[in-house]
């Protein structure tokens, strides 16, 4: 089992910046693959980003490209999010998500993942 617990949403302007946490416990957080999802009201989940176990494999929604970037700090089994020039339009429910698989074969689809945070909000004003 892993138990995930994401912090850092908040209520931002648009063009500002945040940076989420996801901390990892209950298995070895080194070899998980990490992403993260996030989920509109009234839409579908969509994938973020996400890091392969090694910290150098990274993967982006074509929405995020260029604004965020995934990290991942194994030491302190924690994934991170750091999203800059926020839109509007990335105000959803944001989730941490870990998963054993190490390659990058369904990395954006949800299902293909295990275990699931609770999520934390983001809220991104005009």
Do not use: H
């Amino acid at each position: 089992q892993v138990q995930l617990v994401e912090s850092g949403g908040g209520l931002v302007q648009a063009g500002g910046s945040l940076r989420l946490s996801c901390a990892a416990s209950g298995r070895t957080f080194s070899i998980l693959t990490m992403g993260w999802f996030r989920q509109a009201p009234g839409k579908e989940r969509e994938f973020v980003a996400a890091i392969l176990w090694n910290g150098r494999n990274t993967y982006y929604g074509d929405s995020v490209k260029g604004r965020f970037t995934i990290s991942r700090d194994n030491a302190a089994s924690t994934v991170y999010l750091q999203m800059n020039s926020l839109k509007p339009e990335d105000t959803a429910v944001y989730y941490c998500a870990a998963r054993a698989a190490g390659t990058s074969v369904g990395i954006d689809r949800p299902g293909e993942y295990d275990y699931w945070g609770q999520g934390t909000q983001v809220t991104v004003s005009s």
